[in-house]
């Protein structure tokens, strides 16, 4: 090679080395400025892949929903930081088919999940079963290590007009369970209903009895559950309740068992709220929420929402004031950014209150994933919070992101 062409040749490698050293300058400074929440200790992952999940104060072990290697998902439990998971629907008795939604019973000696009825056949029908849809499935009890198994619902399967089950929740005693329960086809999404049953365990076995039906607001369409407060007196669900709500509108509501009293803790009518739970000690709600982003539904059909739904996780005080954002999955400028399209879904509190953790999914750019990741709170800077009730109108709002390719399902 000539002395001219090794100059050339070196000047072009200086030149590359210069351009990799300028963006890897850049970039650590984006991520040396990029903003942390100060309501938010720390967020980190615990487990690759899951959803719908469940923490019991009794025994200090998760419950959650995973994908098998079958395409079908599974109720697994596991400690607080992802260790020693163990799959309880792969035994003798349990439901071959989709099983998840699970939530235990205060005792921690059962969970309650959905499970798809074993005549329910065909792709189709697979996809429309999965936990959080629900379509003909039934609700099942397990012990917790998987050992016994009941069947508690028996709705029928059917082709047309099917029924099913979403999201049961033990009562703070254990004495009610709640579920929301799909009656029909009316709707975009069929028409439910919420249910709360006595649940009575006996010589004869667990069973449920004194079944009760609601349907409350001015529109009956679709109703979520999510669980109880901590005296058991008050119920806390989502649906879009209000007249020509779409059900991509969803808000939360409080239902008092009571006096009938009813309550709208978000009052974004065309915001997706969903997902609510107390804390233990019943001052705070943590829930998801597409609140400040900008959707267009007006091409989505059906269950298309997955291509469409952005959403992060808030907390609110249990009257619906101090609403304010804790994660930004969808924020480039935060630390936790995943860099795709992020849905935060179910969440539970630990025992003490002082960590939440919740189910993500988003795009790899190779197809659907999710985690679940465990969020450390700053109870001092929620107190302050409480204390200047901090509303949505006063956050900043983020900017839309653009759809991407359809998340892991997520319900």
């Known amino acids: 090679m000539s002395s001219s062409s090794q100059k050339i040749a070196f000047l072009a490698f200086l030149v590359v080395v210069m351009a990799l050293f300028g963006a890897l300058v850049i970039r650590n400074r984006i991520l040396k400025a990029r903003k942390t929440n100060p309501a938010v200790l720390s967020i980190i992952t615990i487990k690759e892949n899951g959803k719908s999940l469940d923490w019991c104060a009794a025994n200090n072990l998760i419950a959650f929903g995973k994908k098998g290697p079958d395409g079908y998902y599974d109720v ?45 056949e065909g792709h189709l029908v697979d996809e429309y079963a999965i936990p959080g849809r629900g379509f003909n499935c039934n609700l099942w009890l397990t012990t917790k290590d998987g050992s016994k198994f009941w069947q508690l619902t028996l709705l029928p399967t059917k082709k047309v007009n099917q029924k099913g089950v979403i999201h049961p929740q033990f009562s703070h005693d254990g004495k009610k369970l709640l579920w929301a329960e799909r009656l029909g086809g009316d709707g975009l999404w069929g028409e439910w209903v919420l249910k709360i049953a006595d649940f009575v365990l006996d010589e004869n076995g667990p069973r449920l009895e004194n079944i009760t039906t609601y349907q409350p607001g001015d529109q009956h369409l679709f109703y979520e559950s999510h669980g109880f407060s901590p005296d058991d007196s008050w119920i806390i669900f989502s649906g879009n309740l209000e007249e020509g709500q779409i059900e991509y509108g969803l808000d939360i509501y409080i239902l008092n068992l009571v006096t009938g ?40 059909k059906g269950y ?48 003490d209150g002082k960590k939440i953790v919740a189910a993500v999914a988003y795009d790899t750019g190779q197809g659907a994933g999710s985690k679940i990741v465990m969020i450390e709170l700053n109870m001092d800077f929620l107190e302050k919070a409480e204390k200047n009730l901090i509303q949505v109108s006063d956050l900043q709002k983020v900017g839309n992101i653009p759809n991407a390719s359809e998340p892991e399902h997520f319900e």
């Open 304 to 351: 298309d929402w997955r291509k469409y739904l952005i959403t992060e996780l808030w907390v609110m005080k249990s009257d619906g004031t101090a609403k304010l954002q804790l994660t930004h999955f969808n924020d480039p400028t935060y630390e936790e950014y995943i860099g795709s399209r992020a849905i935060v879904s179910d969440s539970a509190w630990s025992p």
């Open 261 to 300: 009293e009813l309550k709208r803790l978000t009052n974004t009518f065309y915001d997706w709220d969903e997902h609510a739970h107390y804390s233990p000690d019943g001052d705070w709600i943590a829930w998801m929420s597409s609140t400040g982003f900008e959707i267009d539904w007006s091409s989505c």
């Open 76 to 120: 697994y439990i596991m400690k607080p930081d992802g260790s020693d998971e163990i799959c309880l629907t792969d035994k003798p008795g349990a439901p071959k088919k989709h099983n998840g939604n699970p939530a235990w019973h205060p005792s921690g000696e059962y969970i309650v999940f959905t499970a798809q009825n074993e005549d329910a």
